[in-house]
């Protein structure tokens, strides 16, 4: 299926892009019943979901797929037609197996097989749940196929003549299905409700075809319908109803003479009542015999209006933001040429540039704009994180989420998957205490997972906090000490015992088991948001929980920069970062202990960094009079000052990822390309401080001088 | 170039580095540039030279002299750096100069003989003589350090 020259790969793919976007709807659906907020829509909306991915399923001969559809829609049709209200356990139960569902999804898209265990396991489950016995398979259900009652009840229908109900048009349907609707898992009985939905439908089973049982071939249809509708609503409308079974049926469609109850009841042939009370077997392998009383009322007024939107493939889309790329790096060439052909900046040249320049911004955030998704479909893969580890660990976890319209750009969203699904698995296994211990400290027994996105300052914050026990420090300080981390006798503040979480190391198998804290692989998750440009930092009350904040770049493709000069090589920072720039008199610098210097910045003491020398580029200044420092601002409030030896410009400059290169440097977060050509580093000041602060290896210290000699010469 | 014959199954871009002949499986070459300036990245290995633009994208590129313990020589005009791709990921070698591209058949390659505490011998993978001069063909797998892992 997946071989480049079929046809149908294309529709295919699409129909799994499609069938995410139901997952989705399905998840919503299923959160706002939890949630008590959903209304009779809400499970329609939830049935609607399992329903076409499994007509999709069947059109592309997913029997897996459609099998376990197939009866998970039969339940959220028992639910919906009887309006039962689901409560807590039921949705619990209805996320499992939309979690499954979307298992088979992606099993079905990428090739690969989903044990069945699991999926037999939810369906006995949901069959319990309406205490019904367990359906079986299609196949076997031939094989032992009983003669059961089928109330398919369209409502209505008993009555279609009422006298004083005044019909406006009369359609006369006929509809017969072919074998290959029944093998794409569409149902007969659907369609006629749904078409029943539109007006008083009369329906009339068509069995003259039927033959003897003992002729009857199971796997052709034999059935047909007529119905005389009577709607006020366009052919269009009543083909619609017929739409996702275009070329699987015989239609007919035409508007019938009104000649008052010719159809009348006694003309119709007995079997073909639909509201036959018993003994009719339906040859089709499909439809299996059901229960399916009342129909919901006609809801289409409901639907939320259609948004128009354009599906784009993401390449066509990622070639844009490399082209904006190139046009911000071209102009940037086309300034810095203008400038040194010595025009003045009043001549109409330097005019026009700005103006080219307003524009190049404004295109540049329009198609970021293309790229920005809400992390909506994240947080729904976390709320399956949070179901599946808290069912593993036995507690009772909710995770309440905020901010989900919250726009990221997609690549962040994508590669903040797995860091945030490991500190979800944290928070449910370590985060959050055992029930009898949260009832014992007076919370309630279920366990908080809280998870929020927001705007701001022109970054993305996402928090993730949990109403546990907090980091027991105590206990952290002590395995830091047990595996060297850190000096025995060093005393550390809370916020340094915290961050030793993020020390590679901490996490070994041996401090997992027995560590009430966490740590398991939270160096990992830090690089994995410093891979993205961005930082992550904790807080944590004991007893009240832990709170961890990670702060992202709007975009991974443009950074507001300032370009600076550390020791001959043009670096740029993140101008968002800079507080303001100072320059250094020769009392301003204050020693606090050989080594560590602090700069007075209106009464506060500001510790200093040398950046060139904190790179390895040059040896440490000894004297800092008439240096420049940029006065910076790190995520944890506290600020710092760095020694940089010249301000070149501040410009937009266009993100290029280090990721794919074989080494990270420390404190350098991406690079660029300036108007020369030349490639500038751009740095994560925080990070460059953090490493500053953990004593690197000696040999990775060294800085390379001779390269850099030689670079000198050529350069 | 040699001329291609149906059994000479294997070209080679030879090269110079401190003053002897390496060479690579040419299917793993992507380009030849001429030298440009690097931007030097902190606290980087000693053979990692730097990053270059190519062509909109950041290149690393590795010193291959200091790379294979040899003797680092002076950079100038006439250096060139080679573009590999490896496993999608494309990496400069620095060098002295290019020399040639030969044809020949991959029975021409001889191992190199075990010698135990020799830096180079894990990144030659074969030996061959071309015009009684001792080739080295590189395994640029070795060469190439595997790139740090994303997250686990």
């Known amino acids: ?715 | 170039m040699a001329e291609k014959t149906g059994s000479k199954d294997l070209e080679l871009l030879t090269f110079k580095v401190a003053d002897q002949e390496y060479s690579l499986d040419i299917m793993s070459v992507r380009e030849i540039r001429g030298w440009t300036r690097t931007t030097p990245m902190p606290h980087a290995p000693a053979y990692m030279r730097g990053v270059i633009n190519l062509r909109g994208t950041v290149l690393p590129v590795m010193d291959l002299a200091r790379r294979l313990n040899l003797p680092s020589q002076d950079t100038n005009d006439r250096n060139v750096i080679i573009v590999v791709h490896l496993n999608g990921v494309m990496t400069g070698l620095l060098v002295d100069a290019v020399s040639d591209i030969v044809a020949m058949r991959r029975d021409d390659l001889k191992p190199p003989p075990e010698m135990t505490s020799d830096a180079q011998a894990s990144v030659v993978r074969a030996l061959t003589v071309i015009d009684d001069r001792m080739i080295r063909v590189l395994d640029l797998g070795a060469v190439v350090p595997a790139r740090t892992d994303e997250i686990a």
Not at chain 1, 576 to 594: A, C, F, H, K, Y
Request: include cysteine; aromatic fraction near 4%.
């Open chain 1, 1 to 715: 299926m997946s071989d480049q020259n079929d046809p149908m790969a294309d529709i295919r793919a699409s129909f799994f892009v499609e069938c995410e976007e139901l997952l989705e709807a399905l998840q919503d659906g299923l959160g706002s019943l939890d949630d008590g907020v959903g209304d009779s829509e809400t499970i329609n909306v939830v049935f609607r979901a399992v329903h076409s991915i499994k007509g999709g399923a069947g059109a592309f001969g997913l029997e897996h797929l459609v099998r376990f559809a197939h009866r998970y829609e039969t339940v959220l049709d028992e639910v919906r037609s009887n309006g039962l209200t689901p409560d807590h356990e039921n949705v619990k139960l209805f996320f499992r197996a939309a979690d499954h569902l979307s298992d088979l999804v992606r099993a079905s898209r990428d090739g690969l097989t989903v044990p069945q265990d699991a999926g037999d396991a939810l369906l006995a489950e949901l069959d319990a749940m309406l205490g019904t016995p367990a359906e079986t398979d299609e196949a076997s259900a031939q094989v032992e196929f009983t003669p059961l009652g089928i109330g398919i009840d369209l409502g209505d229908l008993d009555a279609p003549f009422d006298a004083g109900s005044a019909p406006s048009t009369r359609w006369s349907i006929r509809f017969q299905p072919r074998a290959e609707l029944y093998e794409t898992g569409n149902e007969p009985q659907i369609l006629l409700r749904n078409l029943a939905r539109l007006g008083t439908a009369d329906v009339t089973c068509d069995v003259g075809a039927l033959p003897l049982l003992l002729e009857l071939s199971p796997e052709t249809p034999h059935l047909a319908w007529t119905i005389a509708l009577d709607a006020d609503v366009s052919e269009a409308e009543i083909r619609e109803v017929f739409e996702f079974v275009d070329g699987l049926c015989d239609l007919e469609v035409s508007l019938a003479l009104y000649d008052d109850n010719t159809a009348s009841t006694a003309e119709r042939p007995p079997a073909a009542d639909v509201n036959a009370p018993a003994g009719v077997t339906l040859p089709q392998p499909d439809t299996a015999p059901q229960d399916m009383p009342a129909p919901p009322p006609a809801r289409r007024a409901a639907e939320p209006p259609a948004r128009s939107v354009v599906r784009v493939d993401l390449e066509r889309i990622e070639r844009l933001v490399n082209l904006v790329g190139e046009l911000v790096i071209n102009q940037a060439m086309l300034a810095q040429s203008l400038v040194s052909a010595g025009l003045s900046p009043h001549s109409d040249a330097m005019n026009g540039l700005e103006e080219f320049q307003r524009l190049t911004r404004d295109i540049q955030d329009s198609v970021m704009m293309i790229r920005a998704q809400p992390v909506k479909s994240l947080f729904q893969r976390m709320s399956r994180i949070v179901r599946e580890a808290s069912a593993a660990v036995g507690k009772e976890v909710r995770l309440v989420t905020d901010g989900e319209a919250t726009e990221v750009d997609k690549t962040v969203i994508e590669r903040l998957a797995d860091p945030l699904t490991h500190m979800i698995r944290n928070a449910v296994d370590h985060g959050l205490e055992p029930g009898a211990d949260r009832v014992s400290a007076g919370k309630s027994a279920e366990g908080t997972v809280r998870l929020s996105a927001a705007h701001r300052s022109g970054r993305v914050i996402i928090e993730l906090s949990d109403d546990g026990g907090g980091i027991n420090r105590p206990r952290v300080l002590q395995i830091a000490r047990t595996k060297g981390l850190i000096p025995p006798e060093a005393s550390l503040s809370d916020t340094e015992i915290d961050n030793l979480l993020f020390l590679p190391g901490f996490s070994t198998a041996e401090s997992v088991s027995n560590l009430s804290g966490r740590g398991v692989g939270m160096d990992v998750v830090r690089t994995a948001i410093q891979q993205l440009g961005g930082r992550i930092s904790i807080q944590s009350e004991s007893g009240q929980g832990t709170t961890f904040t990670i702060s992202l770049p709007l975009t991974l493709a443009v950074l507001d920069g300032m370009v600076v000069d550390v020791a001959g090589e043009t670096m740029v920072l993140p101008l968002n970062v800079v507080v303001e720039t100072l320059s250094l008199g020769p009392d301003d610098v204050q020693m606090l202990r050989p080594g560590a210097e602090l700069v007075r910045v209106r009464g506060g003491f500001v510790p200093l960094y040398d950046l060139g020398a904190m790179l390895g580029y040059r040896s440490r200044r000894t004297d800092y009079t008439g240096c420049i420092v940029l006065l910076i601002s790190l995520d944890d409030g506290n600020r710092a000052a760095l020694v940089i030896d010249g301000i070149e410009d501040q410009r937009q400059v266009v993100i290029k990822g280090l990721d794919d290169s074989f080494f990270r440097a420390p404190g350098i977060a991406a690079a660029t390309i300036l108007g020369d050509g030349q490639i500038a580093l751009i740095l994560d000041p925080a990070d460059v401080i953090a490493g500053c602060l953990v004593p690197l290896p000696v040999d990775a210290r060294l800085p390379d001088r001779s390269s850099k000699e030689e670079r000198l010469e050529h350069g």
